[in-house]
């Protein structure tokens, strides 16, 4: 991939395309506008984000009103987030306000538009803190508020060619980080300094917030936070490297390497992770529920005689994105909704293969998936060994 080709800044074709779906889907559901709460948590960032191409600062909060008519408004908590707001989001610099009370700003700006009286979509209502809530409600006591966050995060979901290009840039560099991982991975050295080689190479390539899980010893279950562990050969290494680039959009990769052939059960493990390799093209198809296909990975799975957990889950402009991937939608705290899979979504498929019960050795892998009309296509195939052997 040569990444000086690719157009690495957002374009406002893509920007009205983003609008105009939001609008779109706000007059098929008789609302006037649409309300887009953010804050600086990780995945509460992402729909004002996604909206307006600002990233939001540490503890700032953000409200865009987008109408079905005119231009949006955006509210910004943070003097200095408001004043990159007018500088760098695609919303006009004349419609950013620095705000000391989002909500009750918002109601006189919802009055002004004459909206006070009409039905008003609301994204993710369960995020907004309650003064903020309650300043609308009170100000405009006639407003009907309608739940459409799945309406959202499904139009989130179906990702445009300049998406694509950005996430394929991510990918470039979720090689270099799991490559990097592996050259410095010896006997002896601790967890913290192998990571600490691969934070140099990610931040000068444009990585931004990021996350990196270890399993590296042969009874963990489940990864953890890489720390002053030191690692010990034979004991395999399982990696998760997951970003997101300060330009936007996201990748999580994770390989497990080993520095001897696996044996016994968790050398059956690894044959169960060849199954699952062919079985994601044929499953992640459009017209599919996300829990049908979440069901025959952990049948599979336990026919053969392991528990799993941590299924995955769509990702884009950060490293979570909805739906999780699980059989049960009703699971809380995991993005798990009732989902049909569409064209053009992106998932990161990493099932955590176990002993029954839960123990250790843990078989780890994580790829990325984007779904075609035709053929889903396999982003992440660097390193493909199931496992990884190291070499030497």
Not at 23 to 43: D, F, P, T
Not at 71 to 82: E, G, K, Q, T, Y
Not at 332 to 352: A, D, K, L, Q, S
Request: charged share 25%; net charge negative; with cysteine.
């Amino acid at each position: 991939m040569d990444s000086e080709k690719l157009e690495l800044e957002l374009s406002l074709k893509e920007r009205d395309r983003r609008w105009s779906r939001v609008r779109e889907k706000m007059v098929q559901e008789g609302l006037a506008a649409a309300l887009v709460y953010g804050n600086s948590v990780h995945i509460r960032g992402l729909p004002c984000h996604y909206l307006t191409n600002l990233p939001i600062f540490a503890s700032d909060q953000d409200v865009l009103l987008l109408p079905v008519e005119g231009d949006p408004i955006f509210l910004i908590s943070s003097p200095v987030h408001a004043f990159f707001g007018k500088q760098l989001s695609w919303v006009p610099a004349e419609n950013v306000y620095q705000s000391a009370n989002l909500g009750a700003d918002l109601a006189r700006h919802l009055i002004a538009l004459k909206l006070q009286k009409r039905r008003v979509g609301i994204d993710n209502p369960g995020a907004w803190p309650m003064r903020e809530y309650m300043s609308i409600k009170e100000l405009c006591p006639d407003i009907e508020l309608v739940d459409v966050t799945a309406e959202l995060s499904k139009i989130r979901a179906q990702k445009s060619d300049e998406e694509i290009r950005m996430m394929e840039e991510a990918i470039r560099v979720g090689e270099l980080a799991q490559k990097t991982f592996l050259a410095h991975l010896k006997p002896g050295v601790r967890e913290e300094e192998v990571i600490s080689k691969v934070e140099e190479v990610v931040r000068a390539n444009g990585v931004e917030n990021r996350l990196w899980l270890l399993a590296s010893t042969p009874d963990m279950p489940y990864p953890w936070l890489a720390g002053k562990k030191r690692i010990q050969k034979p004991n395999p290494v399982g990696f998760s490297s997951e970003f997101q680039r300060s330009a936007g959009y996201a990748c999580q990769v994770i390989r497990t390497y080993c520095w001897e052939e696996p044996k016994g059960d968790y050398k059956r493990m690894w044959e169960v992770w060849e199954e699952l390799r062919d079985l994601v093209p044929r499953e992640f198809r459009p017209g599919r529920l996300i829990t049908d296909v979440a069901i025959r990975v952990e049948a599979l799975v336990r026919k053969r005689g392991f528990d799993c957990n941590g299924l995955g889950h769509g990702l884009g402009l950060t490293y979570f994105e909805t739906p999780g991937i699980s059989p049960r939608p009703q699971e809380r705290g995991g993005g798990y909704v009732e989902w049909t899979i569409m064209p053009n979504e992106v998932y990161v498929f990493h099932p955590m293969i176990r002993s029954k019960g839960g123990a250790g050795p843990l078989a780890w892998e994580g790829d990325m998936y984007l779904v075609g009309e035709e053929s889903t296509r396999w982003m992440t195939p660097f390193l493909p060994g199931l496992p990884e052997m190291i070499p030497g």
